[in-house]
């Protein structure tokens, strides 16, 4: 296969025409596969399903004197806030253990900020002319959605594979309106980066204009590889603390792809300033969070390095569809010379760029087909990818018999795009 921007007319006419019928005979085949999202599979669930046997008796639920099943505790169970302590590799005095969702916590924390302001902030962001948060692209979709249904302006900040532009990060705090940045920095949600050191310490020593400039540091996939052992990582915390900014950072993590996605538990990890200020108003808030849940968590997932033992079963299962991920765009695409796309070890997802001002129209074949897909420039601000070129693909759910079917569609319609545009069909 000659690369299509090499072809000739007549070898691009002949091209079109083979893909065409493929294309066409996929849609004979009546499928319907999603790999909308990064979900966890029903065989991951199943493994670790007898986490429900672990609180099963009235004496079960008393942990070190401390009764799960009342009131009190709004910081979490003290053996949950271990439990991430070591997870993060940060203190337990740091840490608030909350319910089932990140997304969550990270949502209240960009709430409070509008409504009462974080710790060192002058007034609330809601009394401020304009709030303007930095968004690495590509990204994560629900990140940019938080920030703005609270109608902050968001900033691109080009993803590099070391981690964001820091030289841009570093120009734009300088703006007194920019008030922070989300972050993913362990196989980064899609391209799977992991931030270099370098780019941590660039982040621990910002000297941002806005005294309450916070980094949203969601390290969700932090014990998340499914290839090769696990990759220790910097402690931000630390690291903030070190350059003098120690309530610069609120980082967040959750076991909603170690255990049950929306029915694990989650928590944010903070200076101890910044725990008693947030703990104050998250008491108006609640009086606690599910303790049973997170006692049941703290019993079966006991600490990291057994988390890591469990991470190794999840990685058995997850590896041989990135494989063949790789496996099917290697085969379909890699001499058609019109797209690239990331080999993560690690996290839910890869990245694909497909030629400039394709990416749309693909999906659309895609789901005419019968594969839905992360709709095109969900990765960017406002849903808009203004090359109109990345897509996520998330292979985690399907069967690797499916996946190889929804990849080789795909691929057909990502040639059927490409040609298209390069023959000026639309």
Not at 227 to 250: K, L, Q, T, Y
Not at 282 to 308: F, G
Not at 350 to 376: D, F, H, N
Request: with cysteine; net charge negative; aromatic share 10%.
């Amino acid at each position: 296969m000659t690369a299509y921007h090499l072809l000739t007319d007549p070898q691009r006419q002949a091209e079109y025409a083979l893909v065409k019928k493929a294309y066409e005979d996929c849609l004979q085949q009546n499928l319907k596969l999603n790999m909308a999202r990064g979900k966890p599979c029903p065989q991951q669930l199943d493994m670790v399903s007898d986490i429900l046997n672990v609180v099963v008796t009235p004496e079960d639920c008393v942990d070190n004197g401390v009764e799960s099943r009342n009131y009190g505790d709004v910081l979490g169970m003290p053996s949950a806030r271990a439990y991430f302590a070591d997870l993060l590799g940060c203190r337990k005095e740091q840490v608030i253990v909350g319910g089932g969702s990140s997304l969550n916590l990270m949502y209240d924390m960009i709430s409070r900020a509008y409504t009462h302001g974080l710790l060192h902030s002058p007034k609330p962001w809601c009394r401020e002319e304009q709030v303007k948060f930095l968004c690495p692209c590509p990204g994560y979709d629900r990140h940019f959605r938080v920030t703005e249904f609270f109608g902050a302006q968001l900033i691109t900040v080009p993803m590099l594979p070391t981690g964001p532009d820091m030289d841009r990060v570093e120009e734009l705090v300088k703006d007194p309106q920019v008030k922070g940045i989300w972050c993913v920095p362990k196989y980064s949600n899609p391209d799977g980066y992991i931030y270099s050191d370098e780019t941590v310490e660039r982040f621990a020593a910002l000297k941002p204009a806005a005294p309450d400039f916070t980094i949203m540091w969601d390290n969700a996939y932090g014990v998340h590889e499914f290839s090769g052992d696990w990759v220790p990582f910097p402690d931000i915390i630390e690291a903030c603390n070190r350059h003098g900014n120690p309530d610069m950072v609120v980082e967040f993590a959750s076991t909603s792809k170690i255990t049950f996605a929306g029915g694990g538990i989650s928590a944010m990890a903070m200076s101890e300033a910044n725990v008693a200020y947030i703990s104050k108003l998250l008491s108006v808030q609640t009086i606690c969070y599910d303790k049973v849940n997170q006692l049941r968590h703290v019993r079966y997932l006991k600490d990291k390095v057994h988390t890591l033992e469990i991470m190794k079963k999840h990685a058995a299962i997850l590896a041989p569809k990135f494989q063949k991920v790789g496996e099917v765009l290697n085969r379909e695409l890699g001499e058609c010379g019109f797209a690239h796309w990331t080999e993560p070890k690690g996290g839910y997802f890869v990245s694909l760029y497909t030629m400039p001002g394709t990416a749309k129209r693909a999906l659309e074949l895609c789901q005419e087909a019968g594969v839905v897909m992360t709709p095109a420039g969900a990765t960017y601000p406002y849903g808009v990818d203004p090359q109109d070129s990345n897509i996520r693909i998330s292979p985690s759910y399907p069967p690797v018999e499916e996946l190889e079917k929804a990849m080789y569609v795909f691929c057909i319609c990502l040639k059927l795009a490409a040609l298209e545009k390069i023959m000026g069909m639309y």
